[in-house]
């Protein structure tokens, strides 16, 4: 049900804007974030934001270099991805968390981040 798209190659300190399309869900009633698998590792949470646009969240990894919106009225969430590191590196996900916990997602995006 859900697509994250805007990943690709680029070299350290370069910039990526992912964005995340949905079919059948509103996102005005989900929270929305992001979640990466690096390669030979475990997923982990990289950032989300509230239904309402605030508050936000970020890994103290990211924090200060990524930062996630929301655009309701397009049903479009971004993640902008600045001054991007190696470690980046992985597939990114995007979910919309319902306030019963249900959560959703679907087919990620490759992030690569090398010289």
């Known amino acids: 049900q859900l697509q994250a798209s805007g990943g690709g190659a680029v070299q350290p300190g370069g910039s990526l804007r992912l964005s995340c399309t949905a079919s059948?869900?509103?996102?005005?009633?989900?929270?929305v974030g992001w979640w990466r698998q690096p390669p030979g590792k475990d997923r982990e949470g990289v950032s989300c934001?509230?239904?309402?646009?605030?508050?936000?969240w970020y890994a103290d990894s990211v924090k200060g270099r990524f930062t996630i919106s929301r655009e309701n009225v397009k049903n479009i969430p971004w993640l902008q991805m600045n001054r991007l590191k190696p470690e980046d590196t992985g597939v990114y996900f995007c979910?919309?968390?319902?306030?019963?916990?249900?959560?959703?997602w679907g087919q990620g995006t490759l992030v690569t981040v090398s010289s």
């Open positions: 059948g869900l509103k996102m005005d009633y989900y929270a």
């Open positions: 934001i509230s239904s309402a646009g605030n508050p936000t």
């Open positions: 979910y919309y968390r319902a306030l019963s916990g249900a959560s959703y």
